[in-house]
């Protein structure tokens, strides 16, 4: 029995669909991470947007750009588990077992290199200096996030737990 409730999937069939122990294929662990960025990159983007247009000082900024990756990352999740037909706040268990790891480790790296390039924060929104760092962070946290992904679904847990319902 997961945290979450759910009962894990072990059996041969769902070995290659990541709901077992075992290795985690790369393509799996790719679409997880692809998810998860999604989710960061909607409320990323819209929080730095936001941050930015309204002169925050950099923290804030950041700290409303993490805030929304999170609630976008939760979302996502949450919008394809509650189709099958979980209640929510089961639902909402399941996206923060799933999501919680994969969107910190994401945010943490997306946050690091925007902060690294010199003036991507106060080149605003109509620069290409932002967007070009706001793309190339989100890139270079797809790549660090990815094996995060695989060794979780290998556990059975991240977005093993999703596809598990499924």
């Keep these: 029995m997961e945290a979450t409730g759910l009962h894990q999937h072990e059996g041969p ?5 990541g709901g077992g122990r075992g290795p985690a ?5 790719a679409t997880a991470t692809l998810h998860c960025l999604t989710g960061c990159a909607i409320g990323e983007v819209l ?10 000082p950099d923290g804030a900024t950041v700290a409303l750009a993490v805030a929304l990756a999170f609630v976008f990352g939760y979302a ?3 919008r394809g588990v ?3 037909g979980l209640p929510f706040r ?7 077992a799933a999501d919680t790891l994969s969107i910190a480790v994401m945010e943490v790296v997306d946050n690091a290199v925007v902060l690294s390039v010199p003036g991507a924060m106060e080149a605003g929104v109509t620069s290409a200096l932002f967007w070009f760092a706001l793309a190339g962070a989100l890139a270079v946290a797809f790549v660090v996030t990815l094996p995060v992904n695989r060794w979780m679904i290998g556990r059975g847990r991240g977005h093993a737990v999703v596809h598990g319902l499924h």
Excluded: E, K, P
Excluded at 47 to 56: D, H, K, N, R
């Design 13 to 17: 069939a769902h070995q290659g669909h």
């Design 82 to 84: 509650l189709r099958v």
């Design 90 to 96: 089961r639902a909402l268990r399941v996206a923060l």
């Design 25 to 29: 294929s790369w393509a799996m662990a």
């Design 76 to 78: 996502l999740t949450m």
């Design 47 to 56: 929080g730095m947007v936001i941050g930015t247009s309204l002169g925050l």
